[in-house]
T-cell receptor
């Protein structure tokens, strides 16, 4: 059974950093594209970043380029999102997802990151 | 960036009746590999999104056959043949033909 479990969210001040983790089980992350999608409170879905199976390609939404870094650890079978220089508008539930066939087929439950002073 | 629009944004439905949601993209979603990367997701209240349909019309594992997808190029439709109570939620279309991946604004389906 495929499972994705996010962690690492919390309250951080503007300008601060958070590192989100996503522990995968039931499959090997090195066999799939993986991604992060966020949802601000009461709002719709926004794609944040994707990483290719071998880690050779990474893509980001413009609003996080230069501030967020997606990475993975195949030994831990985990995906990460390092978020620096956080802004109030980064407040959201962050979901990790497995990507296949041009769609996000499995999603985690999400972790809430709140940026506020 | 490809802009995704959905209509309607809200759809009150009667249980047992059909429902339809339209999604339009600002550019063709046909990828250079020949596939059209348009998918539909459902988000029930308080839950993460769930994949329903991928590549226009392919139902994901475990998705009831009352859900169907159709369309081509820039115009796509999700249909629910007979709405059940568990179908209440927000439905999103998503394109992955090119980066950045973009979502529609969502269509809220609730019971009249």
């Amino acid at each position: 059974e495929v499972q994705l479990v996010e962690s690492g969210g919390g309250l951080v001040q503007p300008g601060g950093s958070l590192r989100l983790s996503c522990a995968a089980s039931g499959f090997t992350i090195s066999s799939y594209w993986m991604g992060w999608v966020r949802q601000a409170p009461g709002k719709g879905l926004e794609w944040v970043a994707n990483i290719k199976q071998d880690g050779s390609e990474k893509y980001y939404v413009d609003s996080v380029k230069g501030r967020f870094t997606i990475s993975r650890d195949t030994a831990q079978n985990s995906l990460y999102l390092q978020m620096n220089s956080l802004r109030a508008e980064d407040t959201a539930v962050y979901y990790c997802a497995q990507a296949m066939g041009g769609a996000f087929d499995y999603w985690g439950q999400g972790t809430l990151a709140t940026v506020s002073s | 960036d490809i802009v995704m629009t959905q209509t309607p944004l809200s759809s009150p439905v009667t249980l047992g009746q059909p429902a339809s949601i339209s999604c339009r993209s600002s550019q063709s979603l046909v990828h250079s590999d020949g596939n059209t990367y348009l998918s539909w997701l459902q988000q029930r209240p308080g839950q993460p999104p769930r994949l329903l349909i991928y590549k226009i019309s392919n139902r994901f594992s475990g998705v009831p056959d009352r859900f169907s997808g159709s369309g081509a190029g820039t115009d796509f439709t999700l249909k629910i043949s007979r709405v059940e109570a568990e179908d209440v939620g927000v439905y999103y279309c998503m394109q992955a033909a090119q980066f950045p991946i973009t979502f529609g604004p969502g269509t809220k389906v609730d019971v009249k």
